[in-house]
Structure formats: structure tokens, C-alpha cells
């Protein structure tokens, strides 16, 4: 259905640190933020105070005046008396009407706030984290109504997926906010579920009026009228935007969209009432559902080879009696196990391998890192942070399917990345000099941060990668740098199973074959984080210089 006719509603290294942007789309500018707020607050804190004295004096004036009123009329024949009233209405008052203590306080206030400005967070972060909520609200199946009272809990679901310490409920204002964002880009799926929420918000606490609040019911409902209409639900805009001209009977455009709605509604000859909006299918990501399955279900390592696609079937029926169940052991060559690699770094000190995977090979190597070297390299990389880059075409842009804020450092920045270097050297048994392998990209996810499956490795040779003339990426080490409460697992789709955040942890695999052809079964995914600040360090490791450290097989297949 057309709207005519009906009136709508309005390599990569920075050496330089950012400014100030962007703040939703990594942690630590959010905590930057808090420490933002927390200056404000003492502005306003000193505000209150001076608005305090204020009124004070404002209540000892008042009960001066009114301790005089409350003797007799005659009392004005003392001439001490009359002399004060005189004064009193011919300065006094004035003195106070016209004081300009409260605008010296609202001054001080707004100078205060004006000059934290360039630390504050600009339109594009509360548009960020409202599509971090909508991304939440999707990929982990939470309800609208839930997420506003502060319950994380998945449709269907007995328990939630996290339990916060402190359960904090969204306002009508809040909700108001995330349905306007997902309505300007004309997403009414969310909209609808946002703006219908709002609106039993405000309706139960009509009347009253938050300072803070910029919205009202008035609002939420004509945009909430309009997303209906625009999904074809013609019946439900004319529901809504009569009770719109209930409180605001004033409206001329939305008595016009009544006459329209009206109009449309007598022109069919059975009034359609279309089912609930379907949530609008993702051109880009064709492995949305598969993707979403894994990041519900985390830290789903399957024991077992497998191969590239759904899961492992189950026996027929009649493979075992009832009730009995088969004891389950791994293969033989999935198993945990100390490695040397012969290498004389690690004979004092072995790698922990757990197998996770044989096709794709991933392996996790708990204890990578350690608690102080974790934190070293988060130090390190702090002040660097930008906003992480896709490779599109022979460029690199930001992009919505990938949340997060990323800086890069040298093996010279610091002797903790330099030992980092040498351990990820011993254990893959790979030369990780530059140009041989990039420099340690360390990463920080924002609200809801993620990484929608992609591959590590260049799928066309016009790929930025290739401008350190060292071939393609062979290998990816991915260290984790801190534990998160819920979310954040790393997804490999097409095999079907997925890592939870593991601190400390350093997870490996093969993004090529020994033929050199891109491993398809690596596509992989950084499902959102729901609750926590993930950090992780990435390794990207090139063909060149690895042709004698992993030669190539016997078989093209291989």
C-alpha cells in the first residue's frame, strides 16, 4: 500500500589519538561517558544547592511578610509599620520578582554543561544504542516488554539469559526514543513493538510530566498510528489516531489522516486486518537465522568431526532400546593436551590445547595470557581506539554489521606485546614478523557490540590485505582479554557450533586450506554482546613466509 494521501511524520595504523565519537560503539568510551556524567552531576549538584539557598531566602522573605499579615489592619498605624509595607511594594518585591539569582544559577549550570559538551555523546550515539537494543532484542529473541522492565529473558524461555545485579525498567520516554530511531529509517517491525510499548507507558502515567522528558503520549501514539498504516493495518491507524484527537482535538493533520484512513477502509469491501509485521529480511545476511540459533544457544562446541551444515543427525529410533543411552566419548583426536611444539619457549611452560574442532581445525589454548598482560595490552590500546573498518571492495568504511572500536600496536609498543608475539610464534609454529603477519589488533565492542558473519581471510583479490604484498590470511589467533556476563560467543556458522568468551583464552584456526583456497566452513561470527565489556586481540597471520611451516598437502582438497 502506497502512503498518498496520507500526511506522515516529520594497514592500517592511526598514530593519532581520536576525538571524542562514536561512543556507543566500544565500552570504554561508554565508561568515559559515565565518568562525563559523573562531573555533571556534581554541576547540578552545586546547582541544587544554590536553588536551595535560594528558595530559602525566598521562604524567609515569605514568612516575614506573612507573620506581619497575620496581625490586626490597625497595626499599619505605627509608622515603623507603614514606612515597611511602603518599602516593601515599592522595592522589595521588586528585588525579589526581578531577582537574577535563578538565571545566575541556570547560567552557571549551562556554561558547566557546555563545556563537557565534546564529551558528551552526540545524536549518532543514541541512534547507535538504539539499534543495539533492537540487534539484542533480535538476535537473543527478547521481548519488547521484558527488555523494558530490565528482564533478559528469550520467548519461550524459563530463565533469563542474564540476571543484572540491579534491575534497571525503561522509561515511556526510553521506549519512545528506540521506536522514533527504528521509524525515521522506515523499520516499522521495530517500531511498532517500541511505540506500543510507549504508549502503555505514558497512558498509565498521563498527567504527569517528567523535566527530563521530551516525548508524550501524544507523540507516540501519531507515530505509532502511522507505522501501523504503513504495514497496512488501516483499522489500527484509525483506532489510534482517533484517540489522538482525544487529547489533542486541535489536530488538523491527523483529522486529515482520520478522513483518509476512513476513506480507505469504506472503499474495501472486507476491512483487511493484516497479521503482526514480519521483521524486515536482511539482504546482506543470508545466514541470519543460523547465525541468531547459535548466538542463543553459546558456547555450543560440538564433540565431533562433522561436516558443513546443519547438526549432526541423530540414530534412527530403533538403534537402541529405550532408556538406555550410549556412553559419550570424543574421538581420539579431539582431546585437551600440553603442546611444545619442540620449541624451547614453551618446554617450562606448555601450551594448553583444547581440540574444538576438526573441520574447520580450531583450537583453544586456555591460560594463553595472563591477568597482568591482559591488562597491559587494554592500557596500551585505550587512547588509540577508532571505530573498526570492513574491508568493501578495495576500501575500508565503517558498517553496521560490525560494532566495535579497534587500535593497533607494535611488538616495540610494550615487552608484553613483544612476549605475546613470541608465545603466538610458539604455539602455531608460524613466522609472525611483519609483513609475514599483522600487527596486533586489539579490540573493544560497543553496546550490543558484534561482528555479523564475515570470513578473516580476503574472498577477492582486490582486498586491502593484499597491499602487504605477503598473500592472503592463513591464520587467525584471537585472544580473549576479559570475561563478559552474557553473549559475545564466536559463531562458526556453516559447522555449526560456537565458543563461549573464555578470559585468557587464545582461540586459533585455519582460514585457508594447504591448497590456499579459503576455508569456507571459517565463517564465523562475534555474536552481541548482551552484558559485559569483551576485549579481544586479533593475529592475523599471512601466506608468505609460512611455506616450509605448514607446506602444502598431497591433494587439492586438502
Given at each position: 500500500?502506497?502512503?498518498?494521501?496520507?500526511?506522515?511524520?516529520?594497514?592500517?595504523?592511526?598514530?593519532?589519538p581520536?576525538?571524542?565519537?562514536?561512543?556507543?560503539?566500544?565500552?570504554?568510551?561508554?565508561?568515559?561517558?559515565?565518568?562525563?556524567?559523573?562531573?555533571?552531576?556534581?554541576?547540578?549538584?552545586?546547582?541544587?544547592?544554590?536553588?536551595?539557598?535560594r528558595?530559602?531566602?525566598?521562604?524567609?522573605?515569605?514568612?516575614?511578610?506573612?507573620?506581619?499579615?497575620?496581625?490586626?489592619?490597625?497595626?499599619?498605624?505605627?509608622?515603623?509599620?507603614?514606612?515597611?509595607?511602603?518599602?516593601?511594594?515599592?522595592?522589595?518585591?521588586?528585588?525579589?520578582?526581578?531577582?537574577?539569582a535563578?538565571?545566575?544559577?541556570?547560567?552557571?549550570?549551562?556554561?558547566?554543561f557546555?563545556?563537557?559538551?565534546?564529551?558528551?555523546?552526540?545524536?549518532?550515539?543514541?541512534?547507535?544504542?538504539?539499534?543495539?537494543?533492537?540487534?539484542?532484542?533480535?538476535?537473543?529473541?527478547?521481548?519488547?516488554?521484558?527488555?523494558?522492565?530490565?528482564?533478559?529473558?528469550?520467548?519461550?524461555?524459563h530463565?533469563?539469559?542474564?540476571?543484572?545485579?540491579?534491575?534497571?525498567?525503561?522509561s515511556?520516554?526510553?521506549?519512545?526514543?528506540?521506536?522514533?530511531?527504528?521509524?525515521?529509517?522506515?523499520?516499522?517491525?521495530?517500531s511498532?513493538?517500541?511505540?506500543?510499548?510507549?504508549?502503555d507507558?505514558f497512558?498509565?502515567?498521563?498527567g504527569?510530566w517528567?523535566t527530563?522528558?521530551?516525548?508524550?503520549?501524544?507523540?507516540?501514539?501519531?507515530?505509532?498510528?502511522?507505522?501501523?498504516?504503513?504495514?497496512?493495518?488501516?483499522?489500527?491507524?484509525?483506532?489510534?489516531?482517533?484517540?489522538?484527537?482525544?487529547?489533542?482535538?486541535?489536530?488538523?493533520?491527523?483529522?486529515?489522516?482520520v478522513?483518509?484512513y476512513?476513506?480507505?477502509?469504506?472503499?474495501?469491501?472486507?476491512?483487511?486486518?493484516?497479521?503482526?509485521?514480519?521483521?524486515?529480511?536482511s539482504?546482506r545476511?543470508?545466514?541470519?537465522?543460523?547465525?541468531?540459533?547459535?548466538?542463543?544457544?553459546?558456547?555450543?562446541?560440538?564433540?565431533?568431526?562433522?561436516?558443513?551444515?546443519?547438526?549432526?543427525?541423530r540414530?534412527?529410533?530403533?538403534?537402541?532400546?529405550?532408556?538406555?543411552?550410549?556412553?559419550?566419548?570424543?574421538?581420539?583426536?579431539?582431546?585437551?593436551a600440553?603442546?611444545?611444539?619442540?620449541?624451547?619457549?614453551?618446554?617450562?611452560?606448555?601450551?594448553?590445547?583444547?581440540?574444538?574442532r576438526?573441520?574447520?581445525?580450531?583450537?583453544?589454548?586456555?591460560?594463553?595470557?595472563?591477568?597482568?598482560?591482559?591488562?597491559?595490552?587494554?592500557?596500551?590500546?585505550?587512547?588509540?581506539?577508532?571505530?573498526s573498518?570492513?574491508?568493501?571492495?578495495?576500501?575500508?568504511?565503517?558498517?553496521?554489521?560490525r560494532?566495535s572500536?579497534?587500535?593497533?600496536?607494535?611488538?616495540?609498543?610494550?615487552?608484553?606485546?613483544?612476549?605475546?608475539?613470541?608465545?603466538?610464534?610458539?604455539?602455531?609454529?608460524?613466522?609472525?614478523?611483519?609483513?609475514?603477519?599483522?600487527?596486533l589488533?586489539?579490540?573493544?565492542?560497543?553496546?550490543?557490540?558484534?561482528?555479523?558473519?564475515?570470513f578473516?581471510?580476503?574472498?577477492?583479490?582486490?582486498?586491502?590485505?593484499?597491499?602487504?604484498?605477503?598473500g592472503?590470511?592463513?591464520?587467525?589467533?584471537?585472544?580473549?582479554?576479559?570475561?563478559?556476563?552474557?553473549?559475545?560467543s564466536t559463531?562458526?556458522?556453516?559447522?555449526?557450533?560456537?565458543?563461549?568468551?573464555?578470559k585468557?583464552?587464545?582461540l586459533?584456526?585455519?582460514?585457508?586450506?594447504?591448497?590456499?583456497?579459503g576455508?569456507?566452513?571459517?565463517?564465523?561470527?562475534?555474536?552481541?554482546v548482551?552484558?559485559?565489556?569483551?576485549?579481544?586481540a586479533?593475529?592475523?597471520?599471512?601466506?608468505?613466509?609460512?611455506?616450509?611451516?605448514?607446506?602444502?598437502?598431497?591433494?587439492?582438497?586438502?
Open positions: 500500500m502506497g502512503a498518498l494521501g496520507v500526511l506522515g511524520l516529520g594497514v592500517l595504523l592511526a598514530w593519532l581520536p576525538a571524542p565519537a562514536e561512543t556507543f560503539s566500544a565500552m570504554l568510551s561508554i565508561r568515559q561517558a559515565l565518568g562525563a556524567e559523573g562531573r555533571l552531576l556534581r554541576l547540578l549538584r552545586a546547582y541544587l544547592q544554590q536553588e536551595s539557598d528558595l530559602s531566602d525566598l521562604a524567609r522573605f515569605y514568612n516575614k511578610v506573612q507573620a506581619l499579615h497575620q496581625e490586626p489592619a490597625a497595626s499599619v498605624d505605627n509608622p515603623l509599620l507603614a514606612f515597611g509595607l511602603i518599602k516593601r511594594l515599592r522595592s522589595d518585591w521588586l528585588n525579589v520578582v526581578y531577582s537574577e535563578a538565571g545566575e544559577n541556570t547560567q552557571e549550570l549551562q556554561t558547566g557546555e563545556a563537557l559538551r565534546q564529551e558528551l555523546p552526540g545524536p549518532e550515539d543514541l541512534d547507535g544504542a538504539a539499534r543495539a537494543l533492537m540487534r539484542l532484542q533480535d538476535v537473543y529473541a527478547l521481548s519488547v516488554k521484558g527488555l523494558a522492565k530490565g528482564v533478559f529473558e528469550p520467548a519461550g524461555a530463565s533469563p539469559l542474564y540476571h543484572p545485579g540491579q534491575p534497571i525498567a525503561l515511556a520516554d526510553d521506549c519512545f526514543h528506540v521506536g522514533k530511531v527504528a521509524y525515521d529509517t522506515g523499520d516499522y517491525y521495530h511498532i513493538a517500541w511505540l506500543e510499548e510507549a504508549v507507558l497512558r498509565l502515567s498521563y504527569s517528567n527530563e522528558d521530551r516525548a508524550s503520549l501524544e507523540d507516540a501514539l501519531d507515530h505509532l498510528a502511522f507505522s501501523y498504516f504503513m504495514v497496512g493495518n488501516v483499522s489500527h491507524a484509525l483506532s489510534l489516531s482517533r484517540e489522538l484527537l482525544r487529547y489533542d482535538p486541535g489536530n488538523l493533520r491527523v483529522a486529515r489522516n478522513a483518509q476512513e476513506k480507505l477502509l469504506e472503499e474495501r469491501e472486507v476491512p483487511a486486518e493484516p497479521g503482526p509485521p514480519r521483521r524486515p529480511d539482504t545476511l543470508q545466514t541470519r537465522d543460523a547465525y541468531e540459533e547459535l548466538c542463543r544457544r553459546p558456547g555450543t562446541q560440538v564433540r565431533g568431526g562433522g561436516s558443513r551444515g546443519g547438526p549432526r543427525r540414530p534412527p529410533p530403533h538403534a537402541l532400546p529405550a532408556a538406555v543411552s550410549p556412553p559419550q566419548h570424543p574421538p581420539p583426536s579431539l582431546r585437551c600440553y603442546e611444545t611444539h619442540g620449541s624451547p619457549y614453551l618446554l617450562l611452560q606448555p601450551a594448553k590445547r583444547e581440540t574444538v576438526l573441520q574447520p581445525y580450531v583450537a583453544l589454548y586456555h591460560d594463553f595470557v595472563s591477568d597482568a598482560e591482559a591488562e597491559t595490552v587494554k592500557a596500551l590500546a585505550g587512547p588509540w581506539l577508532q571505530r573498518v570492513v574491508a568493501s571492495g578495495e576500501e575500508q568504511q565503517k558498517a553496521e554489521y560494532i572500536k579497534s587500535a593497533w600496536l607494535k611488538d616495540t609498543a610494550d615487552p608484553a606485546v613483544a612476549a605475546l608475539e613470541r608465545r603466538i610464534a610458539a604455539v602455531t609454529g608460524l613466522d609472525v614478523r611483519v609483513p609475514y603477519a599483522e600487527y589488533q586489539v579490540v573493544n565492542y560497543g553496546l550490543g557490540g558484534h561482528y555479523e558473519p564475515h578473516d581471510h580476503a574472498t577477492s583479490r582486490k582486498s586491502p590485505l593484499y597491499r602487504m604484498k605477503s592472503n590470511r592463513i591464520a587467525t589467533v584471537m585472544i580473549y582479554l576479559s570475561s563478559v556476563e552474557a553473549g559475545g559463531a562458526f556458522i556453516y559447522a555449526n557450533f560456537s565458543v563461549p568468551v573464555v585468557n583464552a587464545a586459533f584456526w585455519w582460514n585457508l586450506r594447504r591448497s590456499g583456497e576455508d569456507g566452513d571459517t565463517l564465523h561470527a562475534a555474536c552481541p548482551l552484558a559485559g565489556d569483551k576485549w579481544v586479533n593475529k592475523w597471520i599471512h601466506e608468505h613466509g609460512q611455506e616450509f611451516r605448514r607446506p602444502c598437502g598431497l591433494r587439492p582438497e586438502d
